[in-house]
């Protein structure tokens, strides 16, 4: 349990959560708001992960909110607040690392609404933080994601065809090839469109 959450359950102990509300500085405290404090005092991350969002507040000044009528000074209260969110803001900035789907597909008769509304299916992606694995670890786990894969679609991935290879992508402009059974067969670097 983090420092900040402790703190937090000790100085609001004993009120109701009408009342911190009422201190936060909501009038008449609405379902919602009552909800929405619940959700922030269960989430692992203080609800600086949710976006939450109302008229008067957004996530982190929810949390500086709470923090204040839990009795922790405002310079305190910021500091730990910001580090909690340096994690969140990497996860939210980095690149995440995925597999593509390669069946070597060329199109004839297939409508285009269709192979865009099939699209998704050639994009494997991977749990949070997965990105921060290294390189031969993500590999690995890539290589066990593509073994899945041809077992649950044995092979072929409907309008797309049979499967050839997946790409998995660690970076912008590079990617490995990987055989159907996972293992690594070559290597392609490409061009990233900037935006």
Not at 48 to 68: R, W
């Amino acid at each position: 349990m983090s420092e900040l959450r402790t703190d937090l359950k000790a100085g609001l102990k004993g009120k109701s959560h009408a009342a911190i509300l009422i201190a936060m500085g909501y009038r008449n405290p609405t379902p919602a708001n009552i909800k929405r404090l619940e959700n922030v005092l269960a989430s692992k991350h203080l609800g600086l992960e949710g976006g939450g969002f109302d008229l008067k507040y957004s996530s982190a000044e929810f949390l500086l909110a709470l923090s204040k009528v839990a009795g922790l000074k405002g310079q305190e209260a910021h500091h730990r607040i910001s580090h909690l969110e340096q994690p969140l803001s990497e996860e939210w900035h980095a690149f995440k690392p995925y597999l593509w789907v390669d069946t070597n597909f060329k199109r004839t008769s297939q409508p285009i609404f269709a192979l865009a509304a099939c699209e998704s299916f050639r994009h494997l992606f991977f749990p949070k933080g997965f990105w921060r694995l290294p390189l031969e670890q993500q590999l690995a786990k890539a290589g066990e994601k593509i073994r899945e894969h041809v077992r649950e679609t044995t092979g072929t991935l409907g309008i797309w065809g049979k499967i050839e290879a997946y790409w998995f992508v660690p970076a912008p402009g590079q990617a490995y090839v990987l055989s159907t059974e996972g293992d690594v067969i070559g290597e392609k670097h490409f061009a990233t469109c900037k935006q």
